[in-house]
């Protein structure tokens, strides 16, 4: 009873305002193929600061105010969910997000302390956006129009845009979209989460065709067919062929589907990765 006692004690004596305030922030990296092309979502602010800049989605974690009134604390991914329905679209409300990172450099917003906690959503046929609230416009952009250039070593390493781009990113989002472009293309290392971007049933063609559009990297048909085939679970042979060869004539592609596992052992590495892992 001593220990709860010198507790409450400790907490009604507590005082707050000894410490320089805080706010969180959530941003949502949303990541889809449209068009052969790894596309980000993002959304023009409406407001100050950096208005009509463009930038993830997110926003401040707020309070939530119940129909009679009452009122709880939002939890980080309802916030991450908000925000992404608020500013681009409720359809897009339903998205799995999963934490990404957190961001608190100082001055990275000119407001305030501000500690953002960034969320990933990368997933196959995401909806059109639709501005709202705060937000002056909502767009898919191809990821490769953004101009991501990192600099400095793996302690110190940032992300800037390349010069003449012609929608620089607000803020720190820069950095937080080069995180989660690198997370999703390390998902497809270890997941089977690309044939979710393919329609059954597909060729190894199609799917190493998901693989080169996310990694930004071209892959040796030979190679990458072996490697897929290796992986126990991953695919699974439907026994049915393409009606026709290639464009260049040639026998018929062998057709797949989805396979049972839900990780790539041996994973699927990326040509750079490989390079980085060899002594």
């Given amino acids: 009873m001593d220990g709860i006692g010198d507790s409450e004690s400790f907490l009604a004596a507590y005082d707050p305002r000894a410490y320089d305030p805080i706010a ?7 990541l889809t193929i449209r068009d052969a092309q790894l596309q980000v979502l993002l959304v023009r602010r409406g407001e100050q600061p950096q208005a ?13 105010i119940g ?27 339903a998205t799995h997000l999963e934490q990404l990172g957190s961001y608190g450099t100082p001055g990275r917003d000119p407001r305030m302390r501000v500690v953002s906690v960034a969320y990933l959503a990368f997933a196959p046929e995401m909806p059109e956006a ?8 909502a767009q898919w952009v191809p ?5 991501l250039s990192p600099t400095g070593g793996p302690v110190t390493r940032s992300v800037t845009q390349r010069p003449g781009t012609t929608r620089p ?5 820069a950095q937080i979209l080069a995180a ?4 999703a293309r390390a998902k497809l290392e270890y997941t089977p989460l690309a044939t979710a971007f393919v329609r059954e049933p597909f060729t190894i063609s199609d799917l190493r065709e998901v693989y080169e559009t996310v990694w930004a990297e071209k892959l040796h048909a030979g190679n990458f067919h072996r490697k897929v085939l290796s992986v126990p679970g991953f695919v699974e042979s439907t026994g049915d062929q393409t009606e026709s060869g290639g464009p260049r004539g040639g026998p018929r592609a062998k057709l797949y589907r989805r ?21």
Wanted: proline share 9%.
């Fill in 24 to 30: 969180v922030t959530v941003d949502v990296v949303a």
């Fill in 52 to 64: 009509g800049s463009w930038a993830l989605p997110g926003g401040f974690v707020r309070p939530l």
């Fill in 67 to 93: 129909p009679d009134g009452e009122r709880t604390e939002e939890d980080l991914a309802q916030t991450a969910a908000r925000e992404l329905a608020e500013e681009a679209g409720p359809q897009l409300r």
């Fill in 130 to 137: 639709t501005p709202g609230t705060d937000a002056a416009d």
């Fill in 143 to 147: 990821v490769s129009a953004l101009g």
């Fill in 169 to 173: 990113l607000a803020f720190d989002h």
């Fill in 180 to 183: 989660g472009v690198e997370r």
């Fill in 259 to 279: 396979g049972d596992a839900t990780l790539l052992h041996p994973a699927l590495l990326r040509p750079t990765s490989e390079e980085a892992a060899r002594p």
